[in-house]
């Protein structure tokens, strides 16, 4: 993403002293094996480091749990927010709306008319966002929208009191997409935990959107943030948003974690690895931070970006590539290139830079900014099959 045109688009290594490297291994099993929650970090892990178990997952929700919406980035829309807040209540959940989501600030302090805001200072969106991951009685953390910002919160998160906040417990859900990017690397890699990439509370699929995309997209965010055994949510007079006349289709109980399908294949093969990934732009940014993400080695990489032209895209994977970081990646998957350009050229440029690593690509996924915004998991184990067109994610382990 770049500029004022990724801001505003809704869905719009660090040293080995400061951080470890995440170690985790690939293997596809992501439960305890007797489909109950995991109860917490394995003896002698410690809090502010991934466990040396490898990432948890997290536990999925079901109607009445509480939820926290909080802004890390951009500034939020007070009437997208409630339209996305009713939604959410629809689906049976309990939400509340964090203190500071409503905040705006310019990048220095005050900003003047047309100058770039952040959903309020950077001290009071980290405050937020600590508050909600280590309240007991919360399920998830939701970020409204992306935008620009959560790069500025990691320096600020007391990560020793996240990391033991999830002790004895299983792990709650961050979810959100695009400048979350950031968050789902850091709480990745220093929480060990898994994170959900998909459509926000403020942004155009929960409060705008309509038709069979927005359908699609909120079912599918559904079908992997609930338990299987949730049962349909009761819809309450909130579940319509901004003209629709009904709230988004529920699944059927027991229908998994459901599989992603794309429409081509770049290069053929099969890959199994932990899922990794998200916006490429803030990917690209986190490298040579304490927050970079950990090598792609061994895992499947998600891909997607936002208002990017066709030299950006090259640009970036050209960075990631004579980074290392993608050496040994055992599979990409691509998502939307919304605003990118000529399509054609956009995919000229993922092909030429990534079919040389010799790994399967699967591009055309519905994750990222388009209009249909299907949800993953990323640290979870994953398949892709570019002979079905799928990526689909190994059996969740952590139901309650």
Known sequence: ????????????????????LDRTSDRLSGSDGDGERDPGLDPGDEPGRAPASGPRRFARLRPGDRVVVIAPSGPVDPDRLEAGRAV??????????????????????????????????????AADLRAAWCDPGVRAVLCARGGYGATRLLGLLDWDAMAAAGRGTAPKILHGSSDVTALHVAFGARLGVTTSFGPMPAGEVFAGGRGEDRDRSLEHFRKVLFAPDAGDAPQTSGGAAHGAEEGPRRPAAGRGSGEVTGTRALRPGRAEGLLTGGTLSLLTALLGTPDHPPPAAGRIVFLEDVSEAPYRIDRMLTQLLRSGWLDGAAGIALGTWTGCGDPAEVEAVLAGRLAPLGVPILAGLPAGHGPCQLTLELGAPHRLDTGALTLAAAPQGGVR
């Open 1 to 20: 993403m770049s500029g004022v045109a990724r801001a505003g688009a809704e869905d719009d290594r660090r040293s080995v002293s400061d951080r470890p």
């Open 88 to 125: 959410l209540s629809g689906l049976g959940l309990e939400v509340t709306v964090a203190p500071h989501a409503l905040d705006r600030t310019g990048l220095a302090g005050p900003a003047r008319e047309g100058w770039q805001r952040l959903a309020g200072g950077d001290a009071d969106r």
